[in-house]
């Protein structure tokens, strides 16, 4: 039996002849672990504000398009023939960030502008024909976010429906 290697393995065993390695783990071992958890949790950490600004562009998104809903539902309560006049000025209104509409700037979180455009383009036409314009009016509507400054403008057909 080799004595050398006899003393260097009896050292290494306690009295329950467990090994000293397996008692717990060495510094090294410990730093390196906390150096890839840290690294870990420093990247997911820095993905948040990109998530966050995903999910704010989103909500706004959402938001505008029910308010382009709630103004098309708008434009369609309104008599035909009244509509260009009605909304021949620049009339503004204001919605909250839910898409509730709120009578002034105070605690609005979008203001709403609804007019007709000056050159609407009709489906199937460049130009509109008489015919279309009698029984199809475009009408824009320009959504802006009063935190973040976005503008969106949309286009929506309102039919004649006989009103």
């Not at 730093?31 to 990109?50: E, H």
């Not at 562009?57 to 308010?67: C, D, L, R, S």
């Not at 509730?100 to 609005?108: F, Q």
């Amino acid at each position: 039996m080799n004595t050398r290697f006899s003393k260097s393995l009896f050292s290494r065993l306690r009295m329950d002849g467990k090994s000293a390695r397996t008692l717990g783990f060495s510094l090294i071992e410990v730093t390196m672990a906390i150096g890839l958890i840290s690294f870990a949790m420093l990247s997911i950490v820095g993905l948040m504000p990109v998530g966050l600004s995903t999910l704010r562009n989103a909500m706004n998104q959402t938001v505008e398009g029910q308010i382009v809903q709630k103004m098309s539902g708008r434009f369609l309560l309104t008599p035909f023939s009244q509509l260009r006049t009605n909304y021949s000025t620049s009339q503004s209104f204001y919605y909250d960030q839910e898409g509730e509409e709120v009578p002034g700037a105070g605690t609005a979180a979008f203001k709403v502008t609804a007019f007709p455009p000056a050159n609407a383009i009709y489906p199937g036409s460049s130009n509109a024909p008489t015919s279309v314009t009698n029984s199809l009016v475009a009408m824009a509507i320009e959504v802006v976010a009063l935190q973040g400054g976005a503008t969106n403008r949309f286009i929506v057909h309102v039919p004649n429906s006989g009103n």
